[in-house]
C-alpha cells in the first residue's frame, strides 16, 4: 500500500458509483483502519500511509454495506454511538427533535423523558446528555436494539438515569408498563411505506422492523398516536419524527386524537417533526 492520500483519492472515485458522498465515506474508513478520528486523518494526511486493511473496508462499502456498520460507530448529537445491523443509523435529520426539544424547553428543564422505539439509544441518550437533571427510559420491541441502547448508555456515562424496557406496542395495554406523567416523549417509529423503493444500503443492511410500518407507512403512528395521552403530563409535549410526505396524515391522526399540533422542517426544507400537546 502507498501514501493515503492517494489510496483516498482512488477510494473516493470507486465509491462514487454507489455512494452520495464517496469522499467523506473514504476519509471515515481510512480514519477508522488507521484508529484515529477523521480531523487527525486530515491534519496528518500527508505524512501517513494507507494501512492494508483499508482496502478490504472500501470493498465492503462498494457491496454498499453502510459505512456505521463497517466502522461500527456513528455520530449523533455530537456524540459517538455504537451501531450494529440490529438498529437503525441514527441520521442527521433525527438530530432536529433534540434541537427542538432544548428550544422548547429552554432551562425549565423536562423530568421525565421516554423514547418509543429506541433503537441505538440515540435520542433519549442525546436528550439526557443535553437535560442533566433528566432520567430518561427507551423503549423497543427488540432485545439485541436495547443490548446496544444499554452499551451506548455505559459509554456515555449515562447508565444513572438511563433505563431501557423490552416492549413492543402491538401488543394490547403496552402503555400501563410505562406510568404516566412524562414531560417530553421523543419517537421516531417506523414510518416507511413497504412499497417505498430503498437504496441498497438501507434496504440491503438496516433492521426492516424499525422502517417498515404498512403500505402507508402509518400502522405505528395510528398505535402510537392514540396512546400518547396516557404517558403525557398535562403540560407535557411529545416530538414524534416522521417522513417528508407524511405531515397530513399524521397531524390528521393527531388532531382527530383532540392534540394541538405543530409542524417543524429540517435543515434540508422537509417537514420532519411534528409537536404534539394536549
Ligand atoms: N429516515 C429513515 C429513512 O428515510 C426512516 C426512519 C424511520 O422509518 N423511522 O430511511
Redesign the pocket.
Known sequence: MGDAASALREAAQGLSEISDSPRLDAELLMAHALRIDRSELLLKLPELKAPVEFSALVERRQKSEPIAHITGMKEFWGLDFQITPDV?IP?P?SELLIDEAVRIFGSAHPHRIVDLGTGSGALVLAALHEFPEARGLGIDASSAALQIAHNNADSLGLTDRASFMLLDWTEADWTSALGSGFDLILA?????STLAP?SAD?AGFEPHQ??FSGADGLDDYRIIIPALEKLLSLTGLALL?IGFDQAKPVSKIATDSGYHVELKQDLGGNDRLLVLRR
Open positions: 437503525l441520521r435529520d421516531n417509529p417506523p414510518y416507511v430503498l438501507v424499525a422502517l419524527e
